[in-house]
């Protein structure tokens, strides 16, 4: 049985937590294989909210088990946080949350250093979610990290301690001024090492191919969006992580020949939160109608997001590095109301019309040229039935599977489990 994955093919928050709660009941396991406490994936069922950093969104459901894959980097600071958000709705959890042993774990140290270099580069800064994201992956690449099976090591302390001490000093070398109190942030993270502990780590690459021959049904979770992809991405206002699909066979330990279905979702507009470039960003009431209407807010650090129209030319690129076989519209019904609707098709690059992504997609290089849509009055936010959705809403989501060659299989009207329609 194959794998199949769900990805972000924007620059993160498409609503990827929403659909992968859609889709679980299909599935018997599903695994985060890349990024960490960065992500805020948000679920909406039962009239409750919930935001998950580092666990899989599957995790509301009786069955499924959830897997975090060795491409994640886990804070086990905010990890115990996410568990007691599971003990106080009475999620029961142990049996069904599974840490891969080759897991990174993010020191407390590493969220300093990234604060501190974000400090000093200035204005050049990424905007990182200051999860300490950066520098832990930094420590995997350069053969340094700490790993979730170190804990089960007697001298896993020494190790930590060895770590933490050339932070320090790392620090120095920043000289920016950076506060912190050592002995309360260890005391937390030997809290959440403690909690951590509690949950059964696996060696993840077996249990999971194991799972594909007992022809079990995996879904792949991807956490941020393909334009923030290390290498695919708009760098170096990316993150550290590959959150494209190739990043879920690295971050499981599956071979591609096990990918089935790529499931590409993408917002009907666009969004970005954090410095970098976004050709299609509005500066102008459209934008702003986008923000609020959308509460476009980001899930874990709360900060504004930037909002604009769809971009087909970064959309296309990002389903060609995938392989996306369906797409998932999300936040369809933000876009109730406008008169106009433009989708981006075509960049004027230095005074060049070009119709792919270049090396380069700054204001000064690229201007977005766009195709214009009739916009629709209808409120989607009740409808549950595709043959409901407004003929100019058709047209729009036809445009883009013509555009995309991609079949659009999902459209989401709302926030809550409920809000999505099947075509
Ligand atoms: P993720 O990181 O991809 O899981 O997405 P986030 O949870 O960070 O951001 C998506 C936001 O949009 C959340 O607040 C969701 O509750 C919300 N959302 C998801 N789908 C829809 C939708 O179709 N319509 C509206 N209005 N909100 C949605
Ligand atoms: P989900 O999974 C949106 C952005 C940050 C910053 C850049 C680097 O919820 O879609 P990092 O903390 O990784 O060093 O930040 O990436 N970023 C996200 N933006 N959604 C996310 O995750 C993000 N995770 C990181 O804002 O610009
Ligand atoms: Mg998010």
């Known amino acids: 049985m194959a794998v199949d994955l769900l990805l ?56 499924a088990i959830n897997v975090v894959g060795n491409g994640v980097v886990i804070d086990p600071v905010i990890f115990k946080k996410e568990l007691e958000n599971l003990d106080k709705h009475k999620i029961p959890y142990t049996n069904k949350l599974l840490i891969s042993r080759k897991a990174h774990l993010i020191l407390p140290t590493h969220r300093l250093l990234d604060a501190a270099s974000e400090a000093s580069k200035g204005k050049a800064k990424i905007g990182s979610t200051l999860k300490g994201i950066g520098p832990t992956y930094m420590d995997k690449t350069g053969r340094n990290g700490m790993r979730v099976g170190d804990l089960e090591l007697d001298n896993w302390k020494e190790k930590y301690d060895a770590l933490t001490e050339k932070h320090i000093k790392m620090l120095d070398f920043f000289n920016v001024d950076v506060q912190y109190n050592l002995k309360e942030l260890e005391e937390e993270f030997c809290a959440g090492i403690d909690k951590l502990k509690t949950l059964q780590f696996i060696d993840s690459e077996e249990f999971l191919n194991q799972a594909i021959n007992s022809k079990k049904k995996i879904l792949a979770e991807g956490a941020q969006g393909s334009l923030l992809d290390i290498d695919f991405g ?121 119709a792919h992504l270049p090396y380069n997609i700054e204001p000064e290089n690229v201007t977005p040229v766009y195709s214009e849509f009739k916009g629709w009055k209808e409120d989607l936010t009740s409808m549950n039935s595709s043959n409901q959705l407004p003929e100019n809403l058709e047209i729009y989501i036809s445009f883009i599977e013509k555009e995309t060659g991609v079949p659009v299989k999902i459209v989401s009207v709302g926030p809550d489990r409920k809000q999505t329609i099947l075509r």
């Open 8 to 63: 972000g093919l924007q620059w993160g928050d498409e609503g990827k937590g929403k659909i992968v709660d859609v889709l679980t009941k299909e599935y018997d396991i599903i695994a985060r294989f890349q990024g960490g406490p960065n992500a805020g994936h948000t679920l909406i069922f039962d009239g409750n909210k919930h935001v998950l950093h580092t666990i899989p969104s599957g995790i509301f459901h009786d069955k």
């Open 234 to 354: 708009t760098y170096p206002f990316v993150t550290s992580s590959n959150t494209t699909a190739a990043g879920a066979c690295t971050g499981l330990g599956i071979a591609p020949n096990k990918i089935g279905d790529v499931f590409g979702i993408f917002k009907a507009y666009t969004t970005r939160v954090g410095s970098g470039p976004f050709p299609t960003e509005l500066f102008d009431k459209n934008g702003a109608t986008m923000a609020k209407v959308g509460h476009e807010f980001g899930a874990t650090t709360g900060r504004a997001r930037r909002c604009g129209w769809l971009d087909l030319i970064a959309l296309k690129y990002a389903i060609q590095v995938n392989g996306v076989t369906q797409l998932m519209m999300m936040k369809s019904d933000v876009l109730s109301g406008f008169d106009t609707i433009k989708v981006c098709t075509v960049y004027n690059y230095n005074g060049e019309e070009i």
